[in-house]
């Protein structure tokens, strides 16, 4: 059975995806960063995805880091 992945978030630039990813790593989320900014006009944005049986505990660290 092939698992599925929601969007949790999205970032302006890599390394924001990267900071978010790694805050849910750290709590023992996996999370995928999909780069979908366009290297020449730099418009778009980076999106970061968290298998669906854990994207109630994903947001719940998400609303921590922005509540400090």
């Known amino acids: 059975m092939e698992e599925q992945f929601v969007l949790i978030a ?4 890599i390394y924001e995806g990267e900071i978010i990813r790694g805050m849910l790593e750290e ?3 996996e999370a995928t960063l999909i780069n979908k900014k366009d290297s020449e006009f730099l418009i778009g944005e980076v999106e970061v995805y968290v298998p669906a049986d854990q994207v109630g505990q994903s947001r719940e660290i998400l609303k921590l880091h922005d509540e400090e």
């Open 10 to 13: 999205t970032a302006a630039d």
């Open 27 to 29: 709590n023992g989320i």
